[in-house]
């Protein structure tokens, strides 16, 4: 069930992206075809782990916010996000907000920034 789900979400976005589509580097201003995803994660969190090894394994672009390396990044989850546990998934801005993983809710989610996205 996992792997169908896994791949029905790497089909979903195979089949959005044109062929002269990129993913955008830093100051750049060409636009990627995946909504913008950030994880806040500390290094012993067990569900932050999973959520970062799917998001690699679905070749799912992310930012990684360490809120151990970085106290920057603590205070914006528990300001913005109100949000005192890792991890917390953000997908395009701030259209939807995880506190917690399970791939259920992260595909259901991530496809609805995406849809929006590509409106």
Known sequence: MKITSGLALLTLLITTLSADSVFSSPGSDIVTPYPKVVIYTSPLCRSCTAAKDYLLKNNIPFVKKDINADERYYDEMTEK????????????????????????????AFREVLALKNK
Do not use: E, N
Not at 81 to 108: E, N
């Open 81 to 108: 996000y109100k949000s005192m546990a890792v991890p917390v998934i953000v997908i395009g801005k701030d259209q939807k907000v995880l506190r917690g993983f399970t791939p259920d809710l992260f595909q259901q």
